[in-house]
C-alpha cells in the first residue's frame, strides 16, 4: 500500500512538472486577432489601392510600401482590433 502512495506522488509530480513547463512555453505565441482580408479592407477605406507586404507582428499590422492613387508611397503601422493608425510614415519619392 505504501509502494502504490509513493508512485501516485511520483506520477503527479511528474505531471504538474509537464504541464508547468509546457504553458510558459505557448505563451506570447498568439494568431492574429483578425484576417488579413479584413485589413486589406481597411485598407482600402483609407484610400490605398496597393501595397507591397502586409504582415502582423507585436499586436500590429504592418505595411509596406502602401500607394495612395495620387502615388504616394507610405509605411503604416495599425493597431489590431480597431484598426486605428498608429503609425504613417511617408516613403521618399
Same mark, same amino acid.
Given at each position: 500500500?505504501?509502494? *502504490?502512495?509513493?508512485?501516485?506522488? !511520483?506520477?503527479?509530480?511528474?505531471? *504538474? !512538472?509537464?504541464?508547468?513547463?509546457?504553458?510558459?512555453?505557448?505563451? =506570447?505565441?498568439?494568431?492574429?486577432?483578425?484576417?488579413?482580408?479584413?485589413?486589406?479592407?481597411?485598407?482600402?477605406h483609407m484610400g490605398f489601392v496597393e501595397w507591397r507586404d502586409l504582415r502582423w507582428?507585436? =499586436?500590429?499590422?504592418? *505595411?509596406?510600401?502602401?500607394?495612395?492613387?495620387? =502615388?504616394?508611397?507610405?509605411?503604416?503601422?495599425?493597431?489590431?482590433?480597431?484598426?486605428?493608425?498608429?503609425?504613417?510614415?511617408?516613403?521618399?519619392?
Open positions: 500500500m505504501i509502494d *502504490v502512495s509513493r508512485i501516485v506522488r !511520483l506520477a503527479s509530480a511528474v505531471a *504538474v !512538472l509537464g504541464i508547468a513547463t509546457a504553458i510558459p512555453a505557448s505563451a =506570447g505565441h498568439r494568431a492574429p486577432p483578425e484576417d488579413p482580408a479584413i485589413v486589406a479592407e481597411r485598407l482600402r507582428s507585436h =499586436g500590429y499590422w504592418k *505595411v509596406n510600401d502602401a500607394r495612395r492613387e495620387n =502615388g504616394h508611397v507610405y509605411d503604416l503601422k495599425i493597431e489590431a482590433g480597431s484598426f486605428d493608425l498608429v503609425k504613417l510614415t511617408r516613403e521618399r519619392d
